[in-house]
């Protein structure tokens, strides 16, 4: 029951993006200029602690932009529609998962735009590309959650960036420093221990999203 | 108990450590983040049950609690900054602690924009006590986590950090148990207060109405 509609909102938001293609396009641009003004900034100061600090940066300024809109896209009236025919689990954990594939998507398109501007700097691919998966597991699902917290009030786009930062700040050092073990080394030591916490984040974030989405569903 | 701990603070002879004299520092600085933390597990437990039973007392405590909470977090800043400069030679040095009770702070401080910008009352508290303990819970898995990931901490209290808590002489512990109870019990007494001020406005205003 819950599968069914999840895949079928999901379904939804992926057609409803692919007919607004200029709020997707507007995101891409957005990454790639924002990419390429930093590279002309840096010029060759780039060292691999940089490289590790823009990347992550950039993914979280182009994640707050990308989710921001997940739940004032659509006018309202067609929630309260929503929200006769969905359960508001259905709703939260398929906006979590589309916000998921978005990020997936975008944090791809920044590796590889990263690969061409400034050099690889990545030891160790498979731990970086997991990382990346993960870290957009749980961006996409804090920022979800706050960007549902954020539509609620008015003067919704600053408001969304006040309240992410702070709390979104434990997943971002822990990708950090994770995938600066990426970075640097060509094996998997010291990796157990914060990816054991990013998971641990990934999933008490999903919980409690799963928990209080629902106390933000009605009015 | 606090007047006791704040005046015999000063003129309890300390023992002879390498940070000599600030170590009175302790008895004022920790207490804020005991009364800190104290506060705001307060306002996430009535969050949690305001979202139980939607009453609306249970919101102006949780309320309160970030407010206090957020003062005793900027004294304990102050407090800590003047024993930094002092003993490390900089106001604010990049430390795991330090950096864990500022992201308090902001999330904290975001809290009440939020709140700011919602007019209708009862979803104000309702989204609000939804963001509440949604950063609770991630703030905590910051200052748990964070040490951890930096590794080290220069910050008194930790493991490998051999100033305070441990290495307490008996005679500084007879100052700093009851500092600690005190300063939480005046937290509590101030955010008991708060709230029945703001009790007796809203009574005021359904007698003008």
């Keep these: 029951m819950l599968f069914t509609e999840v895949k079928a909102l999901i379904g939804k938001d992926v057609r409803l993006e692919l007919k607004q293609k200029y709020v997707?396009?507007?995101?891409?641009?957005?990454?790639?200029?924002?990419?390429?003004?930093?590279?002309?900034?840096?010029?060759?100061?780039?060292?691999?602690?940089?490289w590790n600090s823009l990347f992550w940066i950039i993914l979280l300024?182009?994640?707050?932009?990308?989710?921001?809109?997940?739940?004032?896209?659509?006018?309202?009236?067609?929630?309260?529609?929503y929200y006769t025919i969905a359960s508001p689990q259905a709703v939260v954990l398929s906006k979590i998962l589309y916000n998921l594939l978005l990020m997936a998507i975008l944090a791809s398109l920044s590796f590889g735009l990263f690969l061409i501007l400034m050099g690889n700097r990545v030891v160790n691919l498979e731990l970086f590309l997991l990382v990346l998966i993960l870290?957009?597991?749980?961006?996409?699902?804090?920022?979800?959650?706050?960007?549902?917290?954020?539509?609620?009030?008015?003067?919704?786009?600053?408001?969304?960036?006040?309240?992410?930062?702070?709390?979104?700040?434990?997943?971002?050092?822990?990708?950090?420093?994770?995938?600066?073990?990426?970075?640097?080394?060509?094996?998997w030591t010291g990796s157990q221990g914060p990816l054991t916490i990013l998971l641990t984040i990934n999933v008490a974030v999903v919980i409690l999203a799963y928990l209080l989405f629902p106390y933000l569903w009605r009015d | 108990m606090l007047l006791y701990a704040v005046i015999y603070g000063f003129i309890v002879p300390v023992p002879d450590t390498m940070i000599g004299e600030s170590l009175r520092n302790v008895f004022y600085h920790v207490g804020m983040w005991f009364g800190m933390t104290a506060m705001l597990t307060t306002s996430f437990i009535f969050s949690l049950r305001y979202l139980k039973g939607f009453s609306e007392k249970e919101d102006l405590v949780a309320l309160e609690g970030v407010n206090v909470g957020i003062l005793f977090g900027i004294l304990g800043l102050?407090?800590?900054?003047?024993?930094?400069?002092?003993?490390?030679?900089?106001?604010?040095?990049?430390?795991?602690?330090?950096?864990?009770?500022?992201?308090?702070?902001?999330?904290?401080?975001?809290?009440?924009?939020?709140?700011?910008?919602i007019d209708d009352r009862h979803k104000r508290a309702k989204v609000s006590a939804v963001y509440n303990i949604f950063a609770?819970?991630?703030?905590?898995?910051?200052?748990?986590?964070?040490?951890?990931?930096?590794?080290?901490?220069?910050?008194?209290?930790?493991?490998?950090?051999?100033?305070?808590?441990?290495?307490?002489?008996?005679?500084?512990?007879?100052?700093?148990?009851?500092a600690m109870a005190g300063w939480i019990?005046?937290?509590?007494?101030?955010?008991?207060?708060?709230v029945r001020i703001l009790k007796l406005h809203m009574k005021n205003e359904e007698l003008k109405m």
């Design chain 1, 24 to 50: 997707l396009n507007g995101i891409l641009l957005y990454l790639l200029s924002t990419v390429f003004v930093t590279y002309l900034a840096f010029e060759d100061l780039v060292t691999t602690e940089t």
């Design chain 1, 61 to 81: 300024f182009v994640g707050v932009n990308g989710i921001s809109k997940s739940f004032v896209q659509e006018n309202p009236a067609r929630y309260i529609y």
């Design chain 1, 135 to 187: 870290g957009s597991f749980g961006l996409s699902s804090i920022l979800t959650m706050v960007a549902a917290i954020a539509s609620r009030a008015s003067n919704n786009f600053s408001l969304m960036a006040v309240l992410s930062f702070p709390v979104i700040l434990p997943l971002l050092l822990t990708l950090m420093k994770l995938s600066r073990i990426a970075l640097t080394n060509a094996d």
């Design chain 2, 78 to 117: 102050i407090t800590g900054m003047i024993w930094a400069k002092s003993t490390w030679g900089a106001f604010w040095v990049r430390d795991p602690k330090l950096d864990g009770a500022a992201v308090g702070l902001f999330i904290y401080l975001a809290y009440l924009i939020l709140r700011g910008s």
């Design chain 2, 136 to 178: 609770f819970v991630l703030w905590i898995v910051f200052v748990l986590v964070l040490p951890r990931l930096a590794g080290s901490t220069i910050h008194p209290g930790q493991d490998g950090v051999p100033i305070m808590a441990l290495d307490l002489s008996p005679i500084t512990r007879t100052v700093f148990y009851p």
């Design chain 2, 185 to 194: 019990l005046l937290g509590f007494w101030i955010l008991n207060l708060r």
